[in-house]
């Protein structure tokens, strides 16, 4: 399957995805591939079923959220230039200055844009504000045991 | 000091001297690897005449009390051994006690070492005390080998092997920061296998090239010989790192690293020793390619197999202490025992001990601390640390007695000279090399400085020493050379790179350790990011080191946890543990200062009435009375009346229960008032307090989990929302209720008639009201919460009513809503400075107390409440009703009261959320509706409204002291 998906990435995709997100080749095509197998739509961009069938995601406390983080706002489906923008941002941060394009801006794992990403996993209305409702969201689907430690945190 | 410090000396040189004596006769031959005369009481016999030979000791003898005994020993345990005389009034026996006595004597000798070293703090602080005992030992081998000629005493292997070394892995592998460790498994491992591995063979190869070259050496020292050399000499030595990290307090990667390599190179060093020793004893021209292979897989075998035995061992004990409710006290006996059979096992199959050893602590810490009781965990902590200690410390002496004794080694500066540039070299480009591989992994690398700190902290210890004096000299012809070099390495590393670490570190300012423990909050969102990683990789199809710890932890949670913890200790979680243990120390040290935290932060409250008079007033009831409060009356009736008990204590409890509701200092100062109060007695008291605590916190643990906790979170966290709606007035909560309100409401009665079978649930929810239901059932207290529950469910069925008294007495109700109290409190103050907690309190008192109004608007709704639970409740409410009265005519005095809504709001948030948790909630819901049916009265007169709360058991006191908490 690994290389029936790799063979359906055209080369240009590959480079352009590369540039965009720092991935290196192999890496692109692995993930594809994985993209591949979790499309089981077969139409070339993943729903929110798809990744709600991996078996571990569904007991992750916060897997949800992470979903919704694949999906730009209003839309229910995420092809795969949006799944690996997304997951650029757990890439490593990479300190040389050198390797940075100032055409291509910020690179999706500097810390500001993780950062963000991190922020907007709290911020479930995308107002760009947590609010307190938001914040107790988040940490009480951390796991059953935090939820009492809330009180802790004023 | 110098004067103590040198009688010291010439009390340990007499111990050793008679020491040198017991070695030679107690220690089994075997383990007599060291050049002890293996000859017991000629020994003896022969050596005492030098003693008395010496003027120095002799005189010395006379002037201390310890060596008199011990000499006068020698003498007659010789006289025993020529067959003993007639009868005599007074007699020795040495030979008797030698065994013990000589043991004691050192740990003595030890301990009393280490005080002084720690009398002066500026020495301490640039002298690392391994280098200072090890100094010690050098000076007690010296007057020794003066008053012997001969210095027959060493570190003897077996001693170490068998008590010192396990001490101290036992401590480090108990105590070993479980997530610290896994997280940089990897690193460690990589050092310690490939590390050790490198440093091993090139010091021995490069060893034998200078001595091919002609530097160093005799023609008869072959190449086993030094690649045997080089295995001793470069595995890194966990006691020597301990003694000296411990003092530099580097950053907790940096250490978990070194350390964690010192631990796990003992398979390789062992198995690599062991290789050789075969290797050289058949002569290399025997080795065949087989054996090399031979030598892999019994690094495999004695690697993995240790760690399975300490696995093995860990979950045994886990098991074990799973069932040691009634035998408590023998519970750290229980730890001791099993690490301990751990590392003889291992040490029994010659598998790696110390791997075993760091396993099964590693293993078990988090069962068995969750199993055993409090005490029992301090005991093992402390007598843990105590053993590793002194084990530590006698280690470092012992190296340095051994070093004296010219005749066990022999020198060869060529030797020495190159076995230390190699270790240094080899082990700094090992770490270089290790490391940049190392980081193409890590997500964060490990810097240049670390790599400095790592080659520079790759210490030599008395593992080493003792393995090269295990050596057969027979077989190992160079020994003697090898034990100078290995001796000059320990102290080289030891005491140079140990007294120059420090100002290493703070040259190169290494990241300390910041030795600050996480808050709750970064806690929570370090979680948070586990769960966001390990969501990622399992999105990315990656099963990296966040999937498999996932699936570790599932399986730990669905498997091994039901498996070897308690039942009631199962579903609590390492946070309510926490929250626990905070709790109870905070409630011991609240009460420790009980006084002062009156006297100090809670006078300086705005609200307080006639707050200037204070700061003079130390004594609580002085500034009761000073303020004219009807609660200072009371406690002095019930103080001076002894008779009519049971009313006096009613009211004690009604004046402390009003007291609860007010402001959160008040609290306190209720609480300390309480126990000031009691003044001769506050021992008992604290006792009887603390027993409560511990009441509670059981029937917290029986009672089902989940959804308990689910319950208490959800109801805490709620609390904690409408709290703040008094002060900053968020609409979701308030429409959140009163949407669900009415239909919440309703149903309570049906959930009771129909739902007596879920006493489970209702136990859940009764947790956090316990004070509250606790006077409905006012007979045991431990018991109260559930039985107070079944009252809720079936009123019918309800217990056989409590006599009069017995319902009223403050105390049966009093104490389930006097620990909450303190645990409130506890919650508060959990940043851990009491002071500054309280202070932070009061603000956020001070700011809620602004807004009065509050308590008015909600009133409706809480009306209603209690109007439909009323029905329900009647049979207990009538009897609270009388509580009630009895409270109001008591005393008045105590103040306004915000909370009666606060509350209902709380819990009707609560069920409104959770529609399916609805019937356990229901439950606590039952309990405000005595309150509220008088919340007219109370409006009009907060006092009455607070008592009828406290005094309605169920309701009263329970209620607003775990809303407590949510305020926060």
């Known amino acids: ?154 | 000091m110098r004067g103590l410090s040198l009688l010291l000396f010439i009390t340990v040189a007499s111990d050793a001297t008679t020491d040198l004596y017991v070695t030679g006769a107690s220690l089994p031959p075997e383990l007599e690897v060291s050049a002890a005369p293996a000859v017991t009481s000629p020994v003896a016999s022969r050596y005492i005449p030098e003693e008395y030979g010496h003027p120095g000791i002799a005189l010395a003898r006379s002037a201390e009390e310890p060596a008199a005994p011990s000499t006068e020993d020698g003498e007659s345990s010789s006289h025993h051994h020529h067959g003993g005389g007639g009868y005599k009034i007074v007699q020795w026996e040495w030979s008797y006690v030698q065994t013990p006595y000589i043991i004691a004597s050192w740990l003595l000798v030890a301990s009393v070492a280490k005080i002084l070293f720690h009398f002066s703090q500026r020495f301490t602080t640039a002298v690392p005390e391994s280098c200072m005992l090890i100094l010690l030992g050098l000076v007690l081998g010296a007057v020794v080998l003066i008053a012997s000629k001969k210095q027959p005493y060493q570190l003897d292997p077996g001693l170490f092997f068998l008590f010192l070394l396990p001490t101290i892995v036992g401590d480090a592998g108990y105590f070993m920061p479980a997530r610290l460790f896994f997280d940089n498994l990897g690193a460690i491992l990589m050092y310690a296998v490939v590390g050790t591995l490198w440093n091993a063979f090139c010091t021995g190869f490069c060893l034998y090239g200078v001595k091919m070259a002609g530097a160093i050496g005799e023609l008869l020292w072959g190449l086993m010989d030094f690649l045997l050399f080089g295995a001793l000499i470069s595995a890194v030595d966990p006691v020597a790192v301990l003694a000296v990290f411990e003092e530099v307090h580097v950053n907790e990667t940096l250490f978990i690293i070194v350390f964690g390599e010192s631990l796990l190179n003992d398979a390789v060093t062992v198995v690599l020793y062991e290789v050789y020793i075969s290797f050289v004893e058949v002569g290399p021209g025997n080795v065949y390619t087989a054996d090399y292979f031979k030598g892999i897989a019994s690094f495999l075998i004695v690697s993995i197999g240790g760690t399975l035995v300490g696995l093995i061992f860990a979950v045994i004990l886990a098991f074990v202490t799973r069932f040691t409710k009634k035998v408590r006290i023998i519970e750290p006996l229980f730890v001791f025992l099993l690490v301990y059979l751990a590392y003889l096992t291992a040490e029994l199959f010659s598998l790696s001990a110390i791997l075993s050893m760091t396993f099964c602590g590693i293993g078990c810490n988090k069962y068995v601390e969750a199993n055993i009781s409090q005490k029992s965990r301090t005991t093992v902590k402390y007598t843990m640390k105590t053993l590793a200690s002194i084990a530590e410390t006698i280690i470092f002496i012992f190296l340095g007695i051994s070093a004296v004794d010219k005749s066990k080694w022999a020198w060869d500066t060529g030797l020495v000279v190159s076995t230390l540039i190699f270790i240094l070299v080899f082990r700094a480009v090992g770490v270089a090399g290790q490391t940049w591989f190392l980081n193409w992994f890590r997500l964060v690398p490990l810097e240049k400085i670390d790599q400095v700190m790592m080659s520079y902290g790759g210490l030599r210890g008395a593992v080493a020493f003792a393995l090269v004096v295990l050596l057969d000299k027979e077989q190992v012809k160079a020994k003697d050379y090898f034990v100078a070099t290995t001796i000059v390495v320990v102290f080289f590393t030891v005491m140079f790179q140990g007294l120059t670490i420090k100002p290493l570190v703070k040259w190169l300012k290494v990241p300390r350790s910041t030795n600050r423990k996480p808050t709750i909050n970064e806690e929570i969102h370090e979680h948070a990011f586990d769960h966001i990683l390990t969501a990622v990789e399992d999105i990315a199809g990656l099963n990296g080191y966040h999937h498999w710890r996932d699936k570790w932890e599932q399986f730990d949670k669905n498997y091994l946890s039901k498996l070897l913890l308690r039942k009631s200790v199962y579903h609590k979680s390492e946070l309510w543990e926490a929250y626990q243990k905070i709790n109870i120390r905070d409630a011991i040290s609240v009460i420790d200062q009980g006084g002062n935290v009156l006297t100090s932060a809670r006078l300086s409250l705005p609200s307080m009435a006639s707050r200037t008079s204070f700061p003079e007033v130390t004594n609580v009831t002085n500034y009761l009375r000073e303020n004219g409060s009807g609660v200072c009356l009371d406690l002095q009736v019930i103080d001076t009346v002894p008779g009519a008990k049971i009313e006096e204590e009613l009211e004690t409890h009604h004046v402390l229960a009003g007291n609860l509701y007010k402001p959160r200092r008040r609290y306190q100062s209720h609480y300390s008032r309480h126990f000031m109060t009691v003044g001769e007695k506050e021992r008992q008291d604290r006792e009887v307090f603390q027993r409560n605590m511990h009441n509670r916190l059981e029937s917290f643990k029986s009672t089902r989990y989940k959804r308990h906790k689910k319950d208490r979170s959800q109801k805490k966290r709620k609390g904690s929302d409408a709290k703040e709606q008094d002060t900053s007035d968020k609409p979701r909560r308030n429409v959140s209720w009163q949407d669900k309100d009415p239909v919440v409401v309703p149903m309570a009665p049906e959930e009771d008639k129909h739902d007596p079978s879920e006493p489970d649930k209702y136990d859940d929810v009764g947790i956090t009201f316990v004070a509250r239901k606790a006077p409905e059932t006012p007979k045991e207290r431990p018991k109260s919460v559930s039985a107070a529950l079944d009252v809720c469910q079936s009123p019918v069925a309800a217990p056989p009513s409590p006599t009069c008294g017995e319902k009223n007495l403050p105390w049966k109700s009093g104490m389930g809503s006097l620990p909450p109290c303190v645990s409130v409190e506890a919650t508060k103050i959990i940043p851990i400075d009491l002071q500054q907690a309280w202070n932070q309190s009061i603000s956020s008192l001070e700011s809620l107390a602004s807004p009065p109004a509050p308590p008015e608007p909600q009133h409706p709704r809480v009306s209603t409440l209690s109007r439909l639970g009323g029905p329900v409740r009647t049979p207990t409410k009538g009897k609270s009703g009388g509580g009630v009265c009895a409270a109001s005519g008591s005393d008045t005095g105590s103040g306004q009261f915000r909370f009666p809504t606060g509350k209902e709001e709380e819990e009707e948030g609560t069920l409104s959320q959770q529609p399916q948790e609805m019937q356990p909630l229901m439950s606590s819901l039952r309990p405000p509706p005595p309150p509220a049916t008088q919340s007219a009265r109370k409006r009009r007169n907060p006092c009455v409204y607070l008592r009828s709360l406290v005094t309605v058991p169920p309701s009263g006191g329970g209620d607003p002291q775990s809303r407590r908490p949510t305020q926060l």
Not at chain 1, 129 to 149: A, F, G, H, P
């Open chain 1, 1 to 154: 399957m690994g290389s029936r998906a790799s063979s359906l990435l055209r080369e240009e995709d590959i480079e352009e995805i590369k540039k965009q997100t720092g991935f290196s080749h192999s890496q692109i095509t692995r993930l594809y591939s994985r993209f591949h197998s979790l499309d089981k739509g077969e139409n070339g961009a993943l729903s929110r079923e798809d990744f709600q069938r991996i078996p571990e995601l569904a007991i992750n406390p916060l897997g949800d959220r992470i979903i919704n983080a694949f999906f730009p706002e209003g839309e229910d489906q995420v092809n795969f230039r949006g799944f690996m923008r997304t997951l650029a941002h757990f890439r490593p941060v990479e300190d040389n200055e050198k390797n940075k394009d100032p055409t291509s801006g910020e690179p999706l794992n500097s810390r500001t844009n993780k950062l963000f990403f991190a922020f907007q996993l709290y911020d479930l209305d995308r107002d760009d504000k947590i609010s307190r409702d938001e914040l107790l969201q988040v940490l009480e689907k951390v796991d059953v045991e935090q939820k009492m430690s809330i009180r802790f945190l004023h």
